[in-house]
């Protein structure tokens, strides 16, 4: 079992940065797989990016290449999403997800264990 706790989200300008972090409980947060999602108004969940379990390998949207960089310290069972550039249209709840695995998906049923969210909105 996994708890995940998502910290970091705000109000911030059209072309600012935000760091979201996602705390894990657990003694094997090394086995896991990280991702992050996205919920927009009115709009369905979304894949933002993945990690694998060493940090070694990473995944993302199009839509956020080259903004947002995911990272993780297994030491302190944390993974991050630094956003850059935001943009109105990335005004969203951010999810943190986990699954077990020392691949990565992008595929949200793949991940068992979710966070509660945290809540970004950009301004323009």
């Known amino acids: 079992q996994v708890q995940l706790v998502e910290s970091g989200g705000g109000l911030v300008q059209a072309g600012g940065s935000l760091r979201l972090s996602c705390a894990a409980s657990g003694r094997t947060f090394s086995s896991y797989m990280m991702g992050w999602f996205r919920q927009g108004p009115g709009k369905e969940r979304e894949f933002v990016a993945t990690?694998?379990?060493?940090?070694?390998?990473?995944y993302y949207a199009d839509s956020v290449k080259g903004r947002f960089t995911i990272s993780r310290e297994n030491a302190k069972n944390t993974v991050y999403l630094q956003m850059n550039s935001l943009k109105p249209e990335d005004t969203a709840i951010y999810y943190c997800?986990?699954?077990?695995?020392?691949?990565?998906?992008?595929?949200?049923?793949?991940?068992?264990?979710w966070g509660q969210g945290t809540q970004v909105t950009v301004s323009s």
């Open positions: 997800a986990a699954a077990r695995g020392l691949g990565l998906t992008s595929a949200s049923k793949t991940y068992a264990y």
């Open positions: 990690i694998n379990w060493s940090g070694g390998s990473t």
